[in-house]
């Protein structure tokens, strides 16, 4: 037998495994049950493909990588555009010493690589974006919600103010803008991934619609970092922030990196990164760990390391040691009959997904 197995899975027919293989399926199993009917259909339909044997078992070359799927408590996921098409690489780490699995999303197929196959994924990411050491900006620096909120409104509508400028032929200038114009833009961004705020509100759960008191405390505060000028009754960006959006006009591609892992009592931990390239030496990193939110210029060659550990390392993400201590859940989290929404695009959300397959939006 090889030591290498690939086989295609269509979604359709995650559930209908799911019922094959014996026992409880981990909360982030792609098998786990989401109550809808499993039909013979399904059953031929995977016997066809080859997975299970005459007399409807798992054949053996392909029991490690579906018990992993089954089993898992721990995934990275890729996600990277570059155009209309995103590209989705899922890697799901077992519970034992075996090796990692990984599946490639190709419309309604996963291809199911085990061991892992990340070659073709980095490979991608870096045709893509290169592996340059160079940065054309420096910048790093830690917001609130509030914070980041308004500077990556007042981003975009300087962005906004330069691109018109330079169709229209004039100079650029750094524009000020004011509260009602910021606040519009924090409510109402264009949703798509060349408008920041809408990037930054993908990665971040917001509690309730952000208020202008929220976004002018929010500028009061970037103002009192020097990071944002107060005129009047208008914002404007410092001159550090002014030069780094004018590298940022139009973004290439981006980059998203997730990874999580399930605790003894089924709380996830873990995080979620975010990279968009304007250019072959200007990649803007974010990153969200609860109420604060980091923001920073850098290379290239920086992001295709961070690509292969989170990868690669399912260590990356740590349980604290109160965490790995609880008791067990005796259930695994309950799965509800009825997908979700994505909150931008209105795109069906199968139960489990984190991220909008379509706009690549976060999942409340």
Known sequence: MSD??????????????????????????????????VTGDMIARIHSAGITDASGKIKPEYQHALDTLAHTRSFARLKFSAGENIFEFIVFFPTDRSNPV???????????HDPMEVTAAFTLVDQNIGHSILSSTTFNGEFTQSEALALFALMDLERRTLLHG?????????????????????????????SLEFVLQSRIILESIPTPEQIEGGLKTLAGKGMVLCKGT??????????????????DSFVVLETGKLDPKNTMWGGTFLSLQAGVNDVLYLEGHAEEITVKCITPAELLD?????????????????????????????????NKFCPSCGTAIHQGKMFCPQCGAKIP
Not at 185 to 190: D, G, L, M, S
Not at 234 to 246: E, G, K
Not at 310 to 331: G, K, M, R, Y
Request: proline share 7%.
């Open 4 to 37: 290498k197995t690939t086989f295609t899975i269509e979604e359709d027919l995650f559930e209908a495994i799911g019922s094959i293989l014996p026992g409880e399926k981990s909360p982030l199993s792609l098998f786990r049950s989401k109550g809808l009917p």
């Open 102 to 112: 990984s599946l490639v999303h190709n419309g309604s197929q996963y291809v199911v």
């Open 166 to 194: 330079l169709a229209d032929g004039l100079d650029p200038q750094n524009a000020g803008f004011d509260l009602p114009a910021i606040t519009e833009q924090v409510n109402n961004p264009k949703k798509n991934f060349q």
């Open 234 to 251: 208008r914002y404007s960006l410092s001159a550090a922030l002014y030069a780094i959006t004018s590298r940022f006009l139009i973004m």
């Open 306 to 338: 961070l690509v292969g550990k989170i990868l690669s390392d399912h260590e990356v993400i740590s349980i604290p040691v109160e965490a790995q201590s609880a008791p067990a859940a005796h259930q695994p989290a309950v799965a509800t009959d009825k």
